[in-house]
């Protein structure tokens, strides 16, 4: 199967989804699975895994209603308050549910870029594994320092790196991205998601080749067996459409082996998330 690793709903907001501002008009919409799956049947793809947008407990019981219906959405990425003394309630109120398969929380809006190794975070991200979820990495560049240390901290942990990392494609860098890629790359305990590039270049007018210093990067770094294919839809209209992105992964992967291409663009992300949320 061909599987979106990375993609959100939403019934528009503009209180719930600030984070949307007057320059993504196009986000200022519903966004629903009949919706995607209009999308996914241009390209042939067979299904996604919804991650949050809103760090709100109601949001990830949303998603797992929408997935409940709908044989298309394999899992769901919600949010719970790892923070809080009451994590492991907010976990068990979700324990029954076999399609939610990992966390995430927005990392990359924390000021503070060692976030994730104050105590309390710490405390709830060790609370997952007992519950067999994953956990979305969400971070800037600035912040692949402090991702590092979390998952060497957690080594039977499951993390996966969304959106690359979110590397500074508009202006052409890769240092000191690259290096600390790599480094993240040796824990065997990370995956990869190529995935929210096109919003990191300019928008509507980035070019195929100014990706590909960065495929090459995490390429390396994780291989065949730890990357996966997502289109961070409908966020990516902001720059292309569903098709583009698709095209654009597509288009680089052409030449590997059938089998790379298998893992990378659907093996991969049902083994991570459905292999180790399930119950």
């Not at 790892?82 to 927005?106: A, D, I, M």
């Not at 976030?115 to 609370?127: H, I, N, T, V, Y």
């Amino acid at each position: 199967m061909n599987i979106d690793a990375h993609q959100h709903f939403w019934k528009y907001d503009p209180i719930e989804y600030g984070w949307i501002n007057n320059t993504m008009a196009v986000l200022k919409r519903d966004y629903l699975p009949d919706d995607l799956d209009r999308e996914q049947a241009q390209v042939h793809f067979d299904g996604s895994i919804a991650v949050q947008a809103r760090q709100t407990l109601e949001e990830t019981r949303w998603l797992l209603e929408l997935a409940e219906s709908n044989d298309r959405i394999h899992g769901v990425v919600g949010w719970v308050d790892l923070r809080s003394p009451q994590v492991g309630e907010q976990l068990e109120r979700f324990r029954s549910r076999p399609k939610f398969v990992g966390v995430r929380h927005v990392v990359q809006d924390e000021p503070d870029v060692r976030f994730m190794l104050d105590q309390a975070f710490l405390r709830g991200l060790g609370l997952l594994r007992d519950y067999k979820l994953t956990y979305d990495l969400l971070v800037f560049p600035k912040q692949l320092a402090a991702a590092i240390e979390v998952a060497q901290r957690f080594p039977e942990q499951q993390f996966v790196l969304d959106h690359i990392a979110k590397p500074l494609i508009r202006e052409g860098t890769l240092p000191p991205w690259d290096k600390q890629i790599r480094e993240l790359g040796k824990c065997p305990n990370v995956h990869c998601k190529i995935s929210g590039m096109v919003t990191e270049a300019k928008w509507k007018q980035w070019k195929s080749q100014d990706f590909k210093p960065y495929l090459d990067v995490v390429v390396e770094a994780f291989g065949e067996d730890r990357l996966m294919v997502g289109s961070d839809w409908p966020v990516c209209l902001l720059s292309a459409d569903y098709g583009e992105v698709i095209g654009l992964a597509r288009n680089y992967f052409e030449t590997f082996s059938e089998s790379a291409k298998k893992k990378i663009f659907g093996e991969n992300a049902m083994r991570f998330y459905t292999g180790s949320g399930t119950r």
